[in-house]
């Protein structure tokens, strides 16, 4: 598959990691397992929620959107994944429902 630009051009696994992001806002995802370049949700990853006092802690806006031009961040995390094609995504946090910094393990060759 090439490079994703829209929400359209995505899986349903790539959009479903998507949707995650957005719903978690501010967090982490730890524990995905990649496989052949895409998410796995089984078994599901863990997640956890930031909270700040007096801040914006709900989903993104973008969750009710139908389609729309990806962040240069979740072109790069979906570029990532298939680079890696296996492995787990140990820590991946979000910020403001995209991906930030990511750290992941395969199996040494």
Not at 30 to 53: C, M, S, W, Y
Not at 79 to 95: A, D, M, S, Y
């Amino acid at each position: 598959m090439s490079k994703p630009t829209r929400w359209n051009d995505l899986t349903p696994n790539e959009r479903r990691l998507v949707r995650l992001m957005q719903r978690i806002n501010f967090g982490r995802v730890q524990n995905l397992v990649i496989l052949e370049g895409q998410p796995i949700f089984d078994p599901a990853p863990r997640t956890q929620r930031d909270h700040k006092f007096g801040g914006q802690n709900g989903a993104r806006a973008e969750v009710s959107l139908d389609d729309y031009v990806l962040k240069k961040e979740v072109v790069e995390l979906f570029r990532q994944l298939r680079k890696l094609g296996k492995g787990t995504i140990v820590n991946l946090e979000v910020r403001a429902g995209l991906p930030f910094l990511m750290t992941d393990e395969e199996a040494a060759a």
